[in-house]
Every structure is written in C-alpha cells, then in structure tokens.
C-alpha cells in the first residue's frame, strides 16, 4: 500500500514504513512526510500490530532530513514549517507501539531526529547520523530538546556546533543506536528483533514505553517553533541556504 511517498506493509504482527523518495535521498518532502504520519496512525489503528518498522528505501540514505529546496526565508512561513516537521519527527513517540528505525544509510538533520524518536535504532554498518544544520546558518529543530539527555551536554553540543557525521558504531557507543549489523542483515535483523517485541504482552509493553517516555513533548517544543523562525532572519541562514541550493561552499561573514 502506497501512502503519500511512503510505502506500507505488514508481516504478520509487524508494520514496516519504507521512505520511497532514494533520489531525493528520501529527504522529508511533503509525500514523505505525509506518509509516515498516514503510516504511523494505521498501525497503531490496527489491532493486530503490535511493532511499526521505518527504513528507508535505496542503498544511500534513511532519510536525508529536510527538503530545503523550496524554503522560504519568511519568517512565518518558516514557523509554520517547524511546526508541520515536528509533528511528523515526533510521531514516532507518540505512537503507542513501539517504533524501530532500521537505518540503512545516512540519517541527517530531520532523519537523524525521526531515527531517534523511534524506540530503537537497529542501524547499517553503513549508516551514517548527524545534524549538520549548522552548516546552512540553523539549528536542529526536535534534535535540540532530545539530544542533551541521549548523549549528554557537551557531545550534543559538539554535535550540533561541528555539524560532522558519527559513524554506526560511534552512535552505538553512544548509545544512540541499539545494535549495528551488517546492512544485507538490517532488515531481517529488525523484524527478528520487533516479533520478539510482540510476543511480550501488548499492554504491558505499551504502558513501559508510555511511561519511559513520560515528560516529552512539553513547553520545551513550543519554544523551537518560537525561536526557530528568528534564524531565518539572519543573513547566515541566507548564505547557508543559498550555498546548498549553488552546490557550493558557504561563505560566511567572520
């Protein structure tokens, strides 16, 4: 079943959400994110899922984050971006079944959030995660009220200052990353893992990851959607933009 950009099927107890853009990298166009929020509802929905499955289609990318073609430096309309994106990279904690992310290549800005929203991270050892928004003049939007708790103050501050991507192994050190497995096993390794998921009993494992995830999703995102559009204002995020868009380096003032 094909919802939005996103491809949607089911193995027996197990949903899996497949991104289908892999020449646009399965950046979170609005086909995309359509789908996954579509994709997310229906399982959860469905009575007889007990565990939803995202990758990402292709051997490049997970899911390469925001589609930053067409943005627009209006302030308004970046707020309204912002808010839209959230709720698509929070919709995997909302979600009342438990969510894997099986990364099977680069997980960047937005993909890299949706990856760490899911429960787990089964991830390629050719996965590759970060958010380098820094290098267009912005900050992670979700990234930047999660990441400090996953990883600790000063990584999540290098992370997002440096903007350079970890390796699979790195994110798993950190604890980013439940297991790394070689990418032909990634797929068959995160369904082994979500049907051991679903012969635990189904309340019981819907009200750990309730309460696990207890306290997200408060006053700490209305101030991103707040404080993100000022970003917008700045003459670095034009640059920045503008340099991604010409496929070239940026030029930033000193």
Known sequence: MRLGSVNYETQGRIAILTLDEPSRLNALSVGIREGILAGLKR??????????????????????????????????????????????????????????????????????????????????????????EIKLGLLPGFAIVRLNDMVGRAKAKEMSILGEPISAEEACRLGLVLRVVPHEQLLPEAIAFAERIAAKPRLAVQMAKSFYNRGLGGDEMRHVVDGFPFLFMHEDAREGISAFREKREPRFKP
């Open 43 to 132: 399982a959860d929905a469905d009575d007889e899922i007990r565990v939803a499955i995202i990758t990402g289609a292709g051997e490049k990318a997970f899911c390469a984050g925001a589609d930053i073609g067409n943005f627009d430096f209006d302030p308004e309309k970046a707020r309204a971006f912002m808010v839209a994106a959230l709720e698509v990279l929070a919709a995997p904690e909302n979600t009342r079944k438990p969510v894997i992310s099986a990364v099977n290549g680069i997980a960047y800005g937005g993909g890299f959030e949706l990856a760490i929203a899911s429960d787990f991270i089964i991830a390629s050892d050719r996965a590759r995660f970060a958010v380098p």
